[in-house]
């Protein structure tokens, strides 16, 4: 399954981006979907994560700024990032997994999509 993340932009601080993850054909093999980012000279690193039976994961730093939604059966999942700090800035990648626990390893995580840029800056 392919999965296409889009949404990202320039934004200034304090602003808000969603970015969405699809997936090909309308419906996500994974049983859990989770957003990363990866800024220049830095490790890829999880975000926010959800398992479509009804748990949700979120790195520290955007816990109460970003939020994560997703329908399993339409093949969507969003993610919503509101008050932007520079910080945020990264290229943002969806991926999937098909086992039902959350990890935040990306190593495994197994579908992964292109990423979209994110720019937080005024």
């Known amino acids: 399954v392919q999965l296409q993340a889009s949404g990202g932009g320039l934004v200034q601080p304090g602003g808000s981006l969603r970015l969405s993850c699809v997936a090909s054909?309308?419906?996500?093999?994974?049983?859990?979907v989770g957003w990363f980012r990866q800024a220049p000279g830095k490790e890829r690193e999880i975000v926010a994560a959800i398992s479509f039976a009804g748990n949700a994961f979120y790195k520290d730093t955007v816990k109460g700024r970003f939020t994560i939604s997703g329908d399993k059966d339409k093949g969507t999942v969003y993610l919503q990032m509101n008050k932007l700090k520079p910080e945020d800035t990264a290229i943002y990648y969806c991926?999937?997994?098909?086992?039902?626990?959350?990890?935040?390893?990306?190593?495994?995580?197994?579908?992964w999509g292109q990423g979209t840029l994110v720019t937080v800056s005024s």
């Open positions: 991926a999937g997994k098909k086992g039902p626990v959350i990890t935040t390893s990306p190593s495994r995580y197994t579908d």
């Open positions: 054909g309308g419906t996500f093999n994974a049983n859990v």
